[in-house]
């Protein structure tokens, strides 16, 4: 089994990541938060491989890794299959259980936890722990993984948690390692223009994406207020609200909320030149109480309005859930009725739709009829949770419905772009 390839010199680390990695202070907590394309995976993924290597249990003279991240598919794109590179690239035996996450490794295994089930975390003592994106976690069940990884590393007597991730304002990692700092931990800052490996076209693209707060983060690592409480503060009346005539000849754009009552659905046409997004209608229904299907409803209303030959749709993802009262799901309802159904397997982050709609909205690059009354008053009056970034659904219950009705189709067909730039050896 050679090691050899994992290179732990500094001349091969952008100054942010030589720092997180050597560790000098010796902390049992570390944190690299940096911007976008700074090279923060690829040290969590070396930071992982090392303490793979190194972070023994005497008794068993193997080491026992813990992983966390918010989901597992963000799990197996940025870590499961790079890690899996990195162990052949060192000829280093292992097998991996896709069902259970579980890397069993000659050096010892790696076990992966989403953030949201910690209470899942429970029987073994492990000898590290890595920690990815958890800014982007709701701030209960981030502090509550972290607690109970930190209960769990007890493996070795050099047992480490180190974390990875972009600053999502001032949230967890802000309160964890700034407010609740102490000689245990170290905090290093990583900028995306320290990587001179990055296209400029690159960060061109984030300064085209982003506000100037918001590059803060996302560029220069740094801890910035993201929360302004008016949710969609890239809104103006005076930009944003201008009759939107419809066209006959051009398709119908629908997005969709599958609320129990009301449903939503904004309807949009796009032009070739910006304002790309017109917003001509919104449509909202509440069961008869015959026990009618919503969604049935939904699409013939639609098509009663705008009888068109072409009609595509942007659900809420929920909807592929099958109703107790019908044969069919939401989504199959739709499909029945002649849309083209465009979905994710699961909903977009609710903090890249929020910077989505924000981004357009601030732009210019969408407008919105003034007879979206309801709509408008969604854009001018949903906030978010105090000292997050998560909408408040809970003090006017009417609100957040067409918003995010319009938040599906937008995040699809104008998302704001995280260009990719994949994993390198930097």
């Not at 068993?60 to 052949?88: C, H, W």
């Not at 936890?113 to 709701?138: F, L």
């Not at 599958?258 to 046409?269: L, S």
Request: glycine share 6%; proline share 4%.
């Amino acid at each position: 089994m050679r090691t050899s390839k994992i290179d732990l010199k500094e001349k091969y680390y952008f100054p942010h990541q030589w720092d997180f990695l050597v560790n000098k202070p010796k902390a049992r907590i570390k944190a690299l938060v940096g911007g976008f394309g700074s090279g923060k995976t690829h040290c969590l993924l070396v930071n992982t491989f090392l303490c793979m290597v190194n972070k023994k249990n005497p008794r068993t003279n193997k080491s026992n890794g813990l992983i966390l991240y918010p989901t597992f598919s963000l799990a197996d794109e940025v870590f499961v299959e790079p890690f899996r590179q990195m162990l052949e690239r060192n000829d280093v035996w292992y097998e991996y259980n896709i069902a259970s996450h579980k890397f069993r490794t000659a050096f010892g295994d790696i076990k992966i936890y989403v953030t949201n089930q910690s209470h899942k975390i429970v029987g073994s003592s492990y000898t590290y722990c890595g920690v990815d994106e958890i800014d982007i976690e709701a701030f209960a069940h981030a502090e509550r993984s972290i607690n109970k990884a930190l209960g769990r590393l007890r493996g070795c007597e050099d047992a480490e948690l180190y974390i990875t991730t972009t600053p999502e304002g001032y949230h967890f990692v802000y309160n964890y390692m700034v407010e609740k700092a102490s000689p245990s931990k170290y905090l290093v800052h990583g900028k995306t223009t320290d990587n001179p490996y990055l296209p400029k076209s690159y960060i061109q693209s984030l300064r085209d994406n982003y506000d100037d707060n918001l590059l803060k983060a996302y560029l220069e690592g740094q801890f910035t207020n993201l929360q302004k409480g008016q949710a969609y503060n890239g809104f103006s009346r005076e930009r944003n609200v201008k009759e939107c005539i419809y066209d006959r000849n051009k398709p119908i754009y629908m997005g969709i909320d599958f609320n129990v009552d009301p449903m939503c659905a904004v309807i949009v046409q796009e032009s070739q030149t910006s304002p790309h997004i017109h917003v001509i209608d919104e449509v909202q229904l509440s069961s008869d109480g015959s026990g009618d299907l919503l969604t049935e409803r939904m699409c013939q209303e639609v098509k009663r309005r705008y009888p068109n030959s072409k009609y595509y749709a942007y659900p809420d993802a929920t909807g592929a859930a099958r109703h107790s009262s019908s044969r069919y799901s939401d989504l199959d309802i739709i499909r029945r009725n002649g849309f083209v159904v465009h979905v994710r397997h699961i909903n977009p982050l609710v903090i890249n739709r929020l910077n989505s709609m924000n981004n357009n909205l601030s732009k210019g690059n969408m407008i919105i009829d003034p007879g979206c009354k309801e709509l408008i008053r969604d854009l001018e009056q949903v906030v978010l949770k105090p000292g997050t970034r998560e909408l408040d659904k809970t003090t006017n219950k009417d609100l957040t419905h067409m918003s995010d009705a319009l938040g599906y189709y937008v995040d699809f067909k104008f998302p704001t772009i995280r260009p990719t730039i994949g994993i390198t050896d930097r």
